[in-house]
């Protein structure tokens, strides 16, 4: 049985069976650091029900995210693009859960003599840098309760569940905003009766009107994604 990662989903028995006796089941906490800026990738990470975050640090200390990875992604994909011994963004376990991690000289070894699974990861890949786009310019262009909408959708998706276990803070690192914003943002969808907030704990009470209180990035990109891999 195919473990519920969409990329893993996507393979074909073959493919699934060669690469199966080289996966590695881990449990990651909150917090913990999958990756390093600077460091050489030794793995590749299909996260089951946890959450990874791709994260930006300036020279300030100031922490932002550029891309979020569930059970639609995978974690490592310079491992078999171009120069790929090393990426400048970090990578850490922002909600504990279950991944399958995989040697990535595996990877890159069935990557270029196997065109379907060349041909997968390259449209995951372009999924990816999809939502990293739409991502930047929601940022840009939209108000903080239609992004903060937007983000925990794209959680509920990737960790398939209503009950998301966020803190306002960690929230307001994600989306690169002050702690206020978030509360605030946080508490118009509260009085809306889509979300409950309590410390550490969001939990998502009405789908369709956390989908209204969002910008049009989230159904832009969950658009994508079926597109390219096949609705989840």
């Given at each position: 049985?195919?473990?519920?990662?969409?990329?893993?989903?996507?393979?074909?028995?073959?493919?699934?069976?060669?690469?199966?006796?080289?996966?590695?089941?881990?449990?990651?906490?909150?917090?913990?650091?999958?990756?390093?800026p600077?460091?050489?990738?030794?793995?590749?990470?299909?996260?089951?029900?946890?959450?990874?975050?791709?994260?930006?640090?300036?020279?300030?200390?100031?922490?932002?995210?550029v891309?979020?990875i569930?059970?639609?992604?995978?974690?490592?994909?310079?491992?078999?693009?171009?120069?790929?011994?090393?990426?400048?963004?970090?990578?850490?376990?922002?909600?504990a859960?279950?991944?399958?991690?995989?040697?990535?000289?595996?990877?890159?070894?069935?990557?270029?003599?196997?065109?379907?699974?060349?041909?997968?990861?390259?449209?995951?890949?372009?999924?990816?840098?999809?939502?990293?786009?739409?991502?930047?310019?929601?940022?840009?262009?939209?108000?903080?309760?239609?992004?903060l909408a937007?983000?925990?959708?794209?959680?509920?998706e990737?960790?398939?569940?209503?009950?998301?276990?966020?803190?306002?803070?960690?929230?307001?690192?994600?989306?690169?905003?002050?702690?206020?914003?978030?509360?605030?943002?946080?508490?118009?969808?509260?009085?809306?009766?889509?979300?409950?907030?309590?410390?550490?704990?969001?939990?998502?009470?009405?789908?369709?009107?956390?989908?209204?209180?969002?910008c049009?990035?989230?159904?832009?990109?969950?658009?994508e994604?079926?597109?390219?891999?096949?609705?989840?």
């Amino acid at each position: 049985m195919k473990p519920e990662n969409q990329i893993l989903a996507n393979l074909s028995a073959d493919v699934f069976q060669r690469l199966a006796p080289h996966f590695v089941y881990v449990n990651l906490e909150q917090g913990e650091i999958i990756y390093r800026p600077g460091e050489p990738l030794s793995h590749l990470y299909f996260p089951l029900d946890c959450l990874l975050s791709l994260t930006i640090t300036m020279q300030n200390g100031a922490t932002a995210e550029v891309g979020m990875i569930g059970s639609r992604e995978v974690f490592g994909i310079n491992a078999f693009m171009g120069r790929r011994e090393t990426t400048q963004t970090g990578c850490s376990s922002q909600v504990a859960g279950s991944a399958i991690k995989i040697d990535a000289q595996v990877v890159r070894q069935e990557f270029d003599r196997n065109g379907e699974l060349r041909d997968l990861l390259l449209r995951s890949t372009q999924a990816f840098l999809a939502q990293v786009s739409q991502t930047a310019a929601c940022n840009s262009l939209h108000v903080l309760e239609q992004r903060l909408a937007r983000w925990l959708l794209n959680t509920q998706e990737r960790i398939n569940s209503n009950n998301l276990p966020l803190t306002q803070e960690f929230i307001s690192v994600m989306l690169g905003v002050r702690r206020a914003g978030v509360t605030l943002a946080a508490q118009k969808l509260q009085e809306r009766k889509v979300i409950q907030y309590r410390r550490g704990h969001v939990q998502i009470l009405n789908q369709a009107g956390l989908e209204a209180s969002a910008c049009e990035c989230f159904q832009t990109i969950k658009t994508e994604y079926d597109r390219l891999l096949g609705e989840k």
